[in-house]
Nanobody, 125 residues
Framework: VQLQASGGGLVQPGGSLRLSCAAS????????MAWYRQFPGKQRELVAR????????YSDSVRNRFAISRDDDAKNTVYLHMNSLKPEDTAVYYC???????????????????WGQGTLVTVSS
């Protein structure tokens, strides 16, 4: 399963940016899609996650500023709408998806966990 992320770039403080991530490949389903970010010298941290049931989780640092959403038509695509960006949001952002391959018949099989390539978001004046 491949994840293709896009949308990073340079934005001024207070500005907005939207990241996109599309999953492709031969699989049964996706149970959750998420965005993580990584600061230099730090471990990757969760920014936001949305499950197939629509449950959303946000880190405290981005709650009420960022919003995660799935494409209504293309369920294999996830967005991260970033508003009121701050210089401390500068990081490499990664998308992540967890799902299942095809099993027997119409049932899901073994799970998979895939990462997209990072996309750099720079917030600076």
């Amino acid at each position: 399963v491949q994840l293709q992320a896009s949308g990073g770039g340079l934005v001024q403080p207070g500005g907005s940016l939207r990241l996109s991530c599309a999953a492709s490949g031969n699989f049964h389903s996706i149970s959750s899609m998420a965005w993580y970010r990584q600061f230099p010298g730090k471990q990757r941290e969760l920014v936001a996650r949305q499950t197939s049931d629509g449950d959303q989780t946000y880190s405290d640092s981005v709650r009420n500023r960022f919003a995660i959403s799935r494409d209504d038509d293309a369920k294999n695509t996830v967005y991260l709408h970033m508003n009121s960006l701050k210089p401390e949001d500068t990081a490499v952002y990664y998308c992540n998806a967890i799902g299942a391959f095809h099993g027997k018949g119409w049932s899901p099989g073994r799970t998979w966990n895939s990462w997209g390539q990072g996309t750099l978001v720079t917030v600076s004046s």
